[in-house]
Each structure stands twice: as C-alpha cells, then as structure tokens.
C-alpha cells in the first residue's frame, strides 16, 4: 500500500517510480448523490484514505520541533508556499461595504491560476516535469473559492490530494513523512490563515457551532496522533489557555486551538461546542480514532465536499483493483 504511493527511497539513486501514468487535467466526476458509491470504491479513496493514515502512523507521539530529514524537494515546496504569502502581502484587502469576502482574494488568486503550473514544474524533478498540469489542479483548489470566497475542508483535501501526487511521481518519498506534515503541511496551514484572515474568507460548508473547526480537519487528527502517549498532556487540558501557550509550538493539536482562540470570543464550549465535547475523552489515541471515524463521515463520506474532488490519472475514480 505504502509502497504503492511513496514510491523507491531517495537513497536507491533510481529514478522514481517505474509505474507510466498517461498524466491528464484532473476533473469532476462525482455529480449526483448515487455517484458517491463510485468515489468509495475508487482508487483515489483508497490512495487518499491511505496516505493520511500513513502519515497519521507516522507522527504519532513526535514533536514539531523533533529531528527530522528535510530533502530538496521539502525545501522547494516552502519556497513554493512562502511565494503565495508573499503574494498576499503585496494584494492588501480593499475597502468595500461587505466585512467578509474581500473582492481583493480573487486578484490572489488570479495570480497562482496563472502561475499554479510554474510554481509546481519547480517543485518536480526534471524527469517528472509532464506531470505537472496535472498535479497544479490539485494546488489551485486547496487555496478556497474565489467566486464564494470561502475556504473549508474540501480545499484543505485538496492540498492533501496535492502532496499525495507528489509521493506517486516519487517527488516525494517515504522518508520525507514528518517534513510532509510539520515542515510543508504547517506552513500550508500558516498560509492559509494569513489567507482566512486578510481577506475575511468565509467557512465553506460550515456547521457552525457544530462542525469541529470552521476551516481545517486534518491537523486535528494529525495532531491528536502526535499527542498520543504524551507524559503529561491529556486532551482536558487542551482547552486550558496556558497549556496552549506553553505547548504550541510542539503540537499541531495545540497550533490550531491557539489559531480559534486568536479569532473566536466567549466561552470555549459555546464557540467550539465538538472541540469542547472531545476534551472529555480519556485518551489521546482514543481521539485520535474517533476524529478518522468523523473525517470518513463529515468530510470524505458528504457529497456538497465531494462533488468538487477531481480525478485524473494519479488520484484515478476507477474502482480498486481486487
């Protein structure tokens, strides 16, 4: 399985990948609610579903601030991220009428739509550069919605989808999992909310209250598996303010409740009710479990979330092989 979508190792010195894909442009297959069936089935789930369990294995009990390998390709992807904040310092929001929805997002956004194949064709290794009109659909989708102005899980999916490509062409590898999620997938995030809160995005398929978080998921399950076994920390304790300043920078987990404490006023269990609810559950791996169950249901199982995943020839909707 794991094989499968990481590819060789960096060190075998073989060109990644002996597997020939006929790259094409990504696009909509699931339209209608019964279609859903066909994305469970698919191979794109099997790969998608994979790939976020292998790396949730992977961090699990590991600090942000732990030693890991940072490879070329690492290093190209933050370049490639720190280009998009850039580009939000230089497209301040405009003055409008409307508090949320800044009409400045879109002029962003133009501009990773124009540069979204460029900025990805660096990131690739040369013998790889076909592959890139493909995998830039998954990066164009994960920023939000620039008609809606909104960003919300189904984006974040996106960018997931994204890394995932880059592991099947062997771009990335096996060894760059922690890198993957707490050198790209955290600066993703930091990016991201720079992106939510200049431009005032709104939560895309929000539930408001009861939805576990108004923009993100996957660093909440992420980062429940890096608390799993932590000496002293136990999920109560996340909602106490100075665990969460002492803590953050160790723990996505931790990251993210300091980022909704930031925006969010009032009481914690008004304003977060899911997060408030998932404080009482004894352990971490226990969290951890429940929040994988809750992503499958919330986010992977919901056709308004699905109906916007594309399909091409690395993530495929064809049905698993038996």
Request: net charge negative.
């Amino acid at each position: 399985m794991l094989f499968i979508i990481f590819g060789s190792s960096h060190e075998d010195g073989k060109p990644p990948n002996p597997v020939d894909f006929n790259f094409m442009v990504p696009k909509k297959e699931i339209s209608m609610v019964p279609d859903m069936g066909k994305w469970k089935r698919s191979q794109a789930y099997a790969d998608y579903i994979g790939f976020i369990l292998t790396l949730n294995e992977g961090v699990k009990g590991k600090k942000l601030t732990c030693e890991y390998q940072v490879s070329e390709t690492v290093e190209k992807l933050l370049a490639m991220l720190g280009t998009l904040d850039r580009w939000i310092d230089e497209t301040p929001p405009v003055d409008q009428p409307s508090r949320f929805g800044n009409k400045a997002y879109r002029t962003w956004y133009a501009k990773l739509d124009q540069e979204a194949e460029a900025l990805v064709t660096a990131v690739l290794p040369s013998e790889r550069h076909d592959a890139a009109p493909e995998i830039a659909v998954y990066l164009k989708e994960s920023v939000g919605n620039s008609t809606r102005i909104d960003y919300g899980t189904g984006h974040e999916a996106a960018f997931a989808a994204f890394l995932c490509c880059l592991c099947k062409v062997g771009a990335l590898r096996m060894e760059d999992q922690l890198a993957i999620i707490f050198k790209v997938f955290d600066k993703y995030l930091q990016v991201m909310r720079k992106l939510q809160k200049t431009y005032r995005m709104e939560p895309a398929g929000s539930q408001g209250v009861w939805g576990l978080d108004d923009f993100q998921f996957l660093p909440f399950i992420w980062g429940s598996s890096q608390l799993i076994d932590h000496p002293t920390l136990e999920p109560r304790h996340f909602v106490e303010e100075k665990v969460v300043n002492e803590y953050h920078q160790d723990y996505m987990f931790l990251e993210c409740i300091k980022f909704i404490n930031e925006m969010k006023t009032g009481p914690f269990a008004e304003h977060s009710n899911q997060l408030w609810n998932i404080s009482a559950v004894p352990s971490w791996s226990k969290v951890n479990q429940g929040l994988v169950r809750m992503y499958k249901a919330e986010c992977l199982e919901k056709f308004p979330v699905i109906q916007h995943f594309k399909f091409g020839s690395l993530l495929s909707i064809q049905p698993v092989k038996p």
